[in-house]
């Protein structure tokens, strides 16, 4: 068969012609709708961005609500009820961590509204069952939708699976590997070095001799989500949140850093003060690191009492109405702040 | 990356040295998915790779026997211990209550709960078809490991088929290809054909699917319905779209797989269906299994016997589990039911529905992750009085199967590429842009494994 330039060029430019059209349709008719569902968080900041001068953006502890709860607010909704002067809109989506702001905050428009930034900070998303969770995989098809490429190059990213793509079983592996093998190094006595091993001696002995297992269970959880210490050459959180540093500087809005309130008091009486120390440990670190590099710090590790977390029986950061109101109200203090300072400079 | 990347260096090698680059490809490609299990494969092509060579050297019908049960024994021995061994047996309370207290024996018999080689159903057959056919003085054996492990390990159709016989490509393999425009051609009609059904048809489907499958009680009896008749399209198009796109790498390489299909649903008979669906496996059993069992070359009471053996291990070579192993076994009862049925259907069209109907209702049992799901798709069809909510699908999902479908009948038994070549530029050029547009635009979103790479 005889091949000429013409006949490459025809076909060429029908094939390019086709995505050419592929992508008008899309972008016209679905991409909208297929962001709202797939991307929400993305499909909310391209209308936020205009009508707020602050975006909260968070995961499931910005909308969990009790049942018994009166207020049935969000976090961020009360934030903006108790700020002056400004406007505020929250944004979140489940399981998300700084991994996941990142691409959204890179879509945040210079020319928006938007001069400020509250980002959750989440302790245990720091923490290996965080990093190595099986969730990673439907995050990061997500991540996708959220690329600054163009609408249907992230259609087909998702589609045909480019993506970052752990498989569950190897995410578990690496998870176990780390309670097994990563040693906690500390200036006091401690039994324990690894995960593992504290787990392995934490015991509730009842009366009959047996032992009381969801307690047992529940004080496995807590030594897995916050036993750890943040490596700040390694940790992939770390390089996240510096990265989120560098893009709010480049778009100049003033970032704030919320670390969110843990049970501290359920650690403390199911394991012990060493676990407190860790989560503290881990903090202070979060804290000065940030800090320095001029963001402003909430910190509300301690701030919600035991008996404002909805869940008893998981680590989790879902609070009830009151539990909200503590944070929002730090949250506000901090924008309020930052406000009144700013206005007095003006 | 990959394709292009070995097609290139395919190409700019000396014919002598490709079969060592499609041999490194294909372990590469395996490994990826778990590099451990490359041993398995390697350990397989060797045992068969000697004993074909051992059947071939002797004279004596007792040791070619030997060897030949040795081959056959360890093929299916691995296949058990990776495939079954931990659901029939590892799973089981005596099992597990003797191997609990001892940690190390408790996670080497869970190992097996939890890793399943991909496509280790496929190449272990196709392996043992070389060693039978060697044995039945069918084939010559392979002088050279490197050719016969190629053999074994072709990546285009490693994980999920065609089934292929030795005789049919080998010598394709070991042929020196030339870079033909027709053969470019062919293999990309195919592969955009197959990523057009897998993606746009088969992914589609598969969230009508998912919904009632995984809560059949929820919804109005008629997406019940709807839910089944999606399945059966669905696993069709994933498969058929898998063996396309195979076909299509393949002919990049000058290489012809055989067709796995041909259009099965329009089958007016269990056994035509079976002529139709998954050809390479159906001949398989066939030709390994159900003629040296005597075929049906023996007594009435036999021949049901031959008959039923082969539908159940079919359904048992699709995994461990009652579900499949009841899915052949209704297979087997329906070709019964259709031999000895006294009156036959005089209209083929009736035929035709009454067959799809019949495969439709056994593959509830294939979808199903349970038997207990699997009568409760089937109770709600018939669950007319009850209530239910809707399910929201998207109608143009049902259109483009209807498209799809007239698209098959209308293209006949001939094969894509060869029915393009029947057509004006115009029109060849007319269907590929709108089934690249289709792609781009209204495939599902969401990755999706192809059903048969679990087998």
């Known amino acids: 068969m005889k091949i000429s330039i013409k006949h490459i060029f025809f076909k060429s430019l029908a094939i390019v012609l086709t995505i050419a059209i592929s992508h008008f349709v899309y972008k016209t008719i679905y991409w909208e709708p297929e962001l709202k569902d797939q991307g929400n968080m993305l499909f909310k900041l391209r209308e936020f961005q205009w009508h707020n001068d602050i975006i909260y953006i968070g995961e499931s502890s910005n909308y969990w609500i009790s049942p018994a709860d009166e207020d049935k607010r969000t976090i961020s909704e009360m934030v903006n009820d108790s700020i002056e002067g400004q406007r505020l809109s929250g944004m979140q989506s489940p399981a ?52 600054s490429y163009a609408p249907l190059y992230n259609r087909m990213c998702a589609a045909l699976g480019f993506y970052y793509n752990p498989q569950a079983d190897a995410q578990e592996k690496k998870m176990l590997h780390c309670f097994e093998f990563d040693t906690l190094k500390v200036d006091f006595p401690l039994k324990y070095n690894t995960i593992k091993s504290w787990c392995d001696v934490v015991k509730f002995p009842l009366p009959d001799g047996t032992e009381d297992f969801p307690k047992r269970q529940l004080a496995d959880h807590y030594i897995k989500a916050y036993a750890f210490q943040i490596d700040v050459e390694n940790n992939i959180r770390i390089m996240d949140f510096d990265k989120i540093v560098e893009i709010c500087k480049a778009k100049n809005i003033q970032l704030y850093y919320n670390i969110l309130g843990e049970n501290v008091q359920w650690a403390d009486s199911l394991v012990g003060s060493e676990l407190v120390y860790f989560m503290k440990a881990n903090r202070d670190l979060l804290m000065e690191r940030y800090s320095k590099k001029g963001v402003i710090m909430i910190d509300n590790l301690e701030e919600v009492p035991g008996d404002y977390f909805g869940e008893k029986d998981w680590t989790t950061e879902h609070y009830n109405q009151y539990g909200r109101l503590i944070v929002a109200k730090n949250v506000a203090k901090a924008l309020n702040k930052a406000f009144e300072l700013k206005s007095l400079k003006n | 990356m990959f394709l292009p990347l070995v097609f290139g260096l395919f190409f700019a090698l000396p014919h002598k040295w490709r079969w060592l680059l499609i041999l490194v490809a294909s372990y590469f490609f395996y490994g990826w998915w778990k590099i451990e299990f490359l041993a398995i494969i390697i350990f397989s092509t060797i045992v068969d790779f000697v004993c074909a060579q051992k059947i071939d050297s002797s004279n004596n019908d007792a040791v070619r026997k030997r060897w030949l049960w040795l081959s056959l024994s360890l093929n299916l021995g691995l296949l058990f211990l990776f495939k079954y061994f931990y659901f029939f047996v590892g799973s089981t309370d005596w099992v597990q209550g003797l191997v609990h207290p001892h940690a190390r024996l408790r996670d080497f018999v869970d190992f097996f709960g939890k890793a399943l ?9 196709q392996t043992m078809s070389y060693t039978l056919d060697v044995y039945y003085g069918k084939a010559k054996p392979e002088k050279h490991l490197g050719h016969f492990a190629v053999f074994v390990s072709y990546f285009p159709q490693l994980v999920a088929g065609p089934i292929e016989r030795f005789s049919h490509l080998n010598e394709q393999l070991k042929k020196h290809q030339y870079l033909n425009y027709k053969n470019l051609q062919a293999g990309f009609r195919l592969m955009l054909y197959g990523f057009f059904v897998k993606m746009v ?182 669950n007319i009085q009850a209530g239910g909510r809707q399910l929201d699908t998207q109608p143009f999902v049902f259109l483009l199967l209807l498209m799809f479908g007239l698209f098959e009948i209308y293209r006949k038994n001939k094969r ?18 709108f089934m690249l547009f289709c792609i781009l635009t209204l495939s599902g979103t969401e990755y999706k494994a192809f059903i048969y790479f679990k087998f």
């Open chain 1, 96 to 147: 998300f961590h700084a991994g996941m702001y990142l691409p959204i905050i890179e879509n945040i428009d210079t020319r928006s509204r938007v001069k400020q930034l509250v980002v959750t900070m989440n302790l245990r998303s720091f923490g290996q069952p965080w990093i190595y969770s099986g969730s990673e995989n439907s995050l990061q098809r997500t991540k996708c939708f959220y690329q």
């Open chain 2, 117 to 125: 080689p991909v496509g280790i159903s496929f190449y272990t057959f």
């Open chain 2, 416 to 433: 894509f590429d060869h029915f393009c070549n029947q057509l004006n530029a115009a029109k060849r050029w007319a269907i590929y842009c």
């Open chain 2, 201 to 382: 048809i088969a992914d589609n489907l598969s969230y009508t699917v998912t919904s009632i499958f995984d809560e059949p009680t929820k919804w109005k009896f008629y997406w019940n319905i709807v839910g089944v008749f999606s399945f059966s399209f669905q696993i069709y198009a994933d498969f058929f779209g898998y063996s396309l796109i195979a076909q299509g790498a393949a002919k990049l390489f000058g290489v012809n797989l055989m067709d796995n299909f041909n259009l099965p649903y329009l089958a007016h008979s269990i056994t035509d269906f079976w002529k139709k669906w998954h050809i390479s496996l159906s001949q398989w059993f066939r030709d390994y299994l159900y003629i040296p069992l005597g075929g049906n070359k023996v007594s009435k009471q036999r021949w049901v016997f031959n008959i039923s053996i082969v539908f159940v291990l079919s359904g048992l070579w699709h995994g461990a589990n009652y579900t499949y192993l009841f899915w052949g076994a209704l297979h087997a009862l329906f070709y019964l039911i259709e031999r000895f049925f006294p009156f036959k259907i005089k209209s083929k069209s009736v035929a035709q529905i009454i067959t799809f109907l019949s495969v439709s209702l056994a593959w509830i049992f294939f979808r199903a992750n349970d038997f207990k799901s699997a009568l409760a798709v089937f109770k709600g069809i018939f």
